[in-house]
């Protein structure tokens, strides 16, 4: 079974910046596509990035580019997010997820092609 463990959320403020990382168990994290979600208190889960396998290409919903870099590391079965330039409407629980279906940036940003999921971990930012 494959897990995802989320880290590195917290409270900051607008303009500030977070690291995310998710961690994935398991021998096949090169074979993923991971991509980031998150859910905002009464609205619906949104994609935010994801990457793809070899050559790591990327893509982002368009109110986080030029302020998220997706990145992974196979080394360390590790996919982060770097945030720069929070707003409040980041604000959100975010959760990593990794699939082994997506094979576009169509489908890398929908949510059902994705197999495993993490809990999520919230980030808050004050304004």
């Known amino acids: 079974q494959v897990q995802l463990v989320e880290s590195g959320g917290g409270l900051v403020q607008t303009g500030g910046s977070l690291r995310l990382a998710c961690a994935v168990s398991g021998r096949s994290f090169s074979s993923y596509v991971m991509g980031w979600f998150r859910q905002a208190p009464g609205k619906e889960r949104e994609f935010v990035a994801a990457i793809s396998t070899s050559p790591h290409s990327t893509y982002y919903t368009d109110s986080v580019k030029g302020r998220f870099t997706i990145s992974r590391d196979n080394a360390k079965n590790t996919v982060y997010l770097q945030m720069n330039s929070l707003k409040p409407e980041d604000t959100a629980v975010y959760s990593c997820?990794?699939?082994?279906?997506?094979?576009?940036?169509?489908?890398?940003?929908?949510?059902?092609?994705?197999?495993?999921w993490g809990q999520g971990t919230q980030v808050s930012v004050s304004s």
């Open positions: 997820a990794a699939s082994r279906r997506a094979y576009d940036s169509r489908t890398y940003g929908a949510s059902y092609m994705y197999d495993f």
